[in-house]
């Protein structure tokens, strides 16, 4: 199984990015996705994630509304908005193998490269 997150970039402070993660291999359908950042010097932290129907979604605390998770075909996608330059960090998508959403990063089998968000102030 393989997984591809895609979308990140530079933006400024209260725009917008939207995140793709594809992933390749088994069915999609097959797999819980999760989403999560890390920034330097700090640990990877849970942002969303989404069950294998997409009827089920959990968010992190630090969200309060500004992100939301879906997912269609072959891919689930991390809608960003009112970003803040302390959400700079390398994004990263990840998929389970279990039917169960989860918010801890070693509950996930799968992990992609990342892709880096960078804010502006």
């Known amino acids: 199984v393989q997984l591809q997150a895609s979308g990140g970039g530079l933006v400024q402070a209260g725009g917008s990015l939207r995140l793709s993660c594809t992933v390749y291999?088994?069915?999609?359908?097959?797999?819980?996705v999760g989403w999560f950042r890390q920034a330097p010097g700090k640990e990877r932290e849970f942002i969303a994630t989404?069950?294998?129907?997409?009827?089920s979604t959990s968010y992190g605390d630090f969200m309060k509304g500004r992100f939301a998770i879906s997912r269609a075909k072959s891919r689930v996608t991390l809608q960003m908005n009112s970003l803040k330059p302390e959400d700079t960090a390398v994004y990263y998508c990840a998929a389970r193998d279990p039917a169960s959403i989860a918010a801890r990063p070693d509950n996930y089998n799968y992990w992609g490269q990342g892709t880096q968000v960078t804010v502006s102030s």
């Open positions: 989404i069950s294998r129907s997409g009827d």
């Open positions: 291999g088994r069915t999609f359908r097959d797999y819980v």
